[in-house]
């Protein structure tokens, strides 16, 4: 088994219902009418408002890096959600919203609500606080161009930074539920601020991390939305995270060094925020892991990748403890599979066939399981990308895609790109077991 692990792990490595809140009061989000010192803008009210997700908490104009280019507004928001974990407790996610220049047609602006990649889970790294210098902005900055052309198209883009990133408490890295709840419950408070702007279809698109939580977004959006009038029209999703347990343990099994060894603890904190009853950091890992296991907090992932922390570390044998509760670590890390989702929305799958992350045989078995599962699937590769590159290859087939999406017209002609539709390969097997399907 390890030696499987080691060579998914050379091979591959990440970059990467529904209940409503406890006390929900209205179903439509609305506006806080209470202002505190922006300087404390990811610092939520507490008490928290008794409102629906989406209620808007605070907002304020949005310049800088951080923002997106040719819009008519970019802006910072806070908004209701609720945490993925157990009890799906209410919490404040931060995110940006841009509105495209111009006036809005008579039937509102699109709205194309993305999925971020791997940039950590220290606050610090959130998209909304991207600036010049911060350890994540190349990172931040890479889905941009792709941004913008959507933004051109005449589409409104909002943007959750998640669950845990920026505002109070820790990112659960992965945890499907988590990433899906801040994805859709910002479409519901763009609609707070602009509804009169806004057309009541969506999209969802995402890379990497993001992929992953696209497809989870798409699969809970039925339920999530259902008394909101918001109708989702399709999801794409980039390089989408998969094989977590089989990528934990390759990573465990490490006799080197490796920059990829900062993705172990990110899966962990995914794993216990689903499971914090029985899964924490003390009956999972050894001494030494423990300590590196909280630069977590205060570290992007380019920085866990250094020497200093996770990438100085030799995993082998020092990083579970022979009593760890593996077996519900386990059921975790499958949980946070997006293979095995039920989706009723058209799926647009892309992956780069030079992708040093995320294996492409990975997506094709995660495209295999959603159509097994009786989703509408294209996949779509592009030969010569990488991880980051799909992003930029894809630009004119995505637009195409969603833009017939939104209006039910096939294009007038040719989509010129370097990435095509291909088919999985006859008897291409599932990525787990049908028994495990949600």
Partial sequence: MAASYRSLWALTTLAILPSACAH?????PGVMDVDWDVREFYRPPSPLPNEAPGFVLGHETLTGLAALEGTKLNERVLYLSN???????PIAVSGIIAVPEGDAPTEGWPVVTWAHGTLGIADKCAPSRDELGASAHWYNQAPHRLLNQFLKQGWAVVMSDYEGLGTPGRHPYLLGNSQAYGVLDIVRAAHALHGGKLSKKFAIVGHSQGGQAALFAAARAPGRLK???LELVGVVAYAPASAME???????AQTTTSPNAAFMPLFLTGAIAGNPSELTPENILQTGAQQLYANVDTQCRTELSETGSWGGFVPAGKVLKLNAPLAKLNAQLRAMEPGVLTLTTPVRLVQGGQDERVNPAQTALVSAGLISRGAQVEYVGCPVADHFGVLG?????TLAWLKQRFTGEAPSEPVRSSCQRIDPPPGTPQSVPASQAR
Wanted: proline content about 11%; hydrophobic content about 25%; charged content about 20%.
């Fill in 246 to 252: 089989a990528l934990f343990y390759a990573g465990t």
């Fill in 24 to 28: 929900r009061a209205p179903s439509t």
């Fill in 393 to 397: 290859d894809d630009i004119p087939g």
């Fill in 83 to 89: 945490s993925g974990g157990p009890g799906e407790a």
């Fill in 227 to 229: 008394d909101d009038g």
